[in-house]
């Protein structure tokens, strides 16, 4: 079975302070993805990752940065986070051998409140 | 561009009942289709996935969906709901550039007793 990791459950930050938010899979996939889940706004995807050092913005990639220093971590981070960005964060991954549409696994998430 | 829609935000049944939860898709090809479930404060599990073939298609925990090209449809059913499905309940729409996928705004799912 995939595994994806999200580094911590819940999370409380200062407004202002640099947040980072880790996810580690143990797969081998090549796509990550970070996401944010507000209520009545389903699922939308901040940026996500096809390979080692490369990443592409998603819908809301504003106020957020990435990393992908290695295949199994992607690091989602908050610059200097604001009230608005307290939310739940959910981090996935795609394969694509032996094809490419394959479903995404997901993390369990994290809880973020920024106070 | 692709999109999805599921047109209802919560549903109730009672326990026992069976259960339809809509998605209707738009997309250029072929759609690569799925349903997953998000259980309270967990992330989202695969439930069944569409790619090809029977448009019949069973997945995990009791469920089935049934594509439609026609009708743009991918809807998800179960004949018997268990008080354990309760949860919310995501359709999405496979892309083959760069693996993205387009997710629904979801549909919350209660259970009566």
């Known amino acids: 079975d995939v595994k994806v990791t999200q580094s911590s459950r819940y999370l409380v930050k200062r407004t202002g302070e640099k947040v980072f938010l880790e996810c580690v899979q143990d797969?081998?996939?090549?796509?990550m993805f970070w996401y944010r889940q507000d209520p009545g706004l389903g699922l939308r995807l901040i940026y996500f990752?096809?390979?080692?050092?490369?990443?592409e913005k998603g819908d809301i990639p504003e106020g957020y940065s990435v990393s992908r220093e290695k295949k199994e971590r992607f690091s989602l981070i908050l610059e200097s986070a604001s009230t608005n960005q307290t939310s739940m964060y959910l981090c996935a991954t795609k394969g694509t051998v032996p094809y490419s549409n394959q479903p995404q696994h997901f993390g369990d998430g994290t809880r973020l409140s920024i106070l | 561009a692709q999109s999805v829609t599921q047109p209802d935000i919560h549903i109730t049944v009672s326990e026992g009942a069976s259960l339809e939860l809509r998605c209707n898709y738009s997309y250029g090809a072929t759609p690569y289709l799925f349903w997953y479930v998000q259980s309270p404060g967990q992330g989202l599990q695969l439930l069944l996935k569409y790619f090809s073939g029977d448009t019949l298609v069973q997945g995990i925990k009791g469920f089935e969906a049934e594509f439609k090209r026609s009708q743009s449809s991918f809807n998800l059913r179960k004949p018997s709901v268990h008080w354990s499905d309760a949860a919310e309940y995501f359709c999405?729409?496979?892309?083959?550039?760069?693996?993205?996928?387009?997710f629904g705004d979801g549909t919350t799912l209660t259970v009566k007793p």
């Open positions: 797969m081998d996939h090549e796509n």
């Open positions: 990752s096809y390979d080692v050092k490369m990443k």
């Open positions: 999405a729409v496979g892309a083959t550039n760069a693996g993205k996928s387009t």
